[in-house]
């Protein structure tokens, strides 16, 4: 009996062994998916700055883009799976816990489940475009924007849901930069294994990054609540048209510049996590 009782042990603990395998590259692959998309946006929306208006900066205009390049279908299934792979990853987190001491709260794993639905539309819109469905993920992201707040705003206290939503991205655009600033994803990253000049490497590309992607956020989020109060949909901004507002600033196009190159650095930032982050 302990005979059997130690194989069955040893046979689940091999299962534990390489089911947590799968998900660790999963993870990981999904890094890398989430980084070339940012790195594209961020790379579409440099164009539009320097004159180039005819591009679209943001998930659809990144895979359009990808689609024509060679191999370009084989590309987006690659990035579908991966981003697949991240809802999946998100999924154990809300099921089991996430890695750390405090993996194990009940706000962390709300978080991740929240992620878990976020990645799993993503990479079921991804993988639609690239099964055929060019409406699926390649749409405009303001008229989207526009379409969800014209219903909402339908309902029954349609302003103050919409009001609510928007001040909700909003603060975690807000939440997101001031996290990056302050190096909270140190937390989560192999830092013993990296040397010195690595940890530059991932601090520039991480603090860049998070804040220019928080600051889109929370861009995109004060449209929103704008559109509120107005009671007007056409108010609400979708990732293309919240990007192009930076050029209509005082500081011009050097601000959407800015941005830019901050979105393809949080791309870059993607790519080290894959490498380094502890999942």
Not at 88 to 115: Q, T
Request: include cysteine; charge should be positive.
């Amino acid at each position: 009996m302990n005979a059997r009782m130690m194989t069955l042990r040893g046979h689940a603990g091999a299962r534990r062994a390489a089911n947590s395998s799968a998900l660790d590259a999963a993870a990981r692959w999904g890094f890398v998916a989430r980084g070339a998309i940012y790195l594209l946006v961020g790379v579409l929306a440099l164009q539009i700055a320097f004159g180039d208006s005819g591009k679209q900066a943001d998930r659809g205009g990144a895979l359009a883009e990808l689609s024509d390049k060679p191999m370009g279908s084989v590309l987006l299934w690659i990035l579908g799976a991966g981003l697949a792979g991240m809802a999946l990853w998100r999924l154990s987190e809300a099921l089991f816990g996430a890695a750390g001491p405090e993996g194990h709260k009940a706000g962390k794993r709300l978080l991740s489940a929240g992620r878990c639905v976020f990645y799993g539309f993503v990479a079921y819109s991804v993988l639609a475009f690239a099964a055929g469905d060019r409406g699926s993920g390649s749409g405009s992201s303001d008229q989207q924007s526009q379409d969800v707040t014209t219903r909402a705003l339908d309902l029954p206290a349609g302003q103050w849901i919409v009001g609510i939503a928007g001040a909700g991205i909003a603060v975690g655009g807000i939440w997101v930069g001031a996290r990056a600033v302050m190096r909270k994803y140190h937390k989560h990253l192999k830092l013993g294994q990296m040397s010195r000049r690595t940890r530059q490497f991932v601090d520039v590309t991480g603090v860049g990054g998070g804040a220019a992607r928080g600051l889109v956020f929370a861009a995109i989020g004060v449209f929103v609540v704008r559109a509120a109060v107005e009671y007007e949909p056409d108010k609400a901004k979708g990732f293309d048209d919240t990007l192009r507002t930076f050029a209509e600033t005082p500081a011009g196009p050097w601000l959407l510049a800015l941005v830019a190159v901050g979105l393809a650095l949080f791309g870059v930032f993607s790519f080290a996590m894959a490498r380094w982050r502890r999942v």
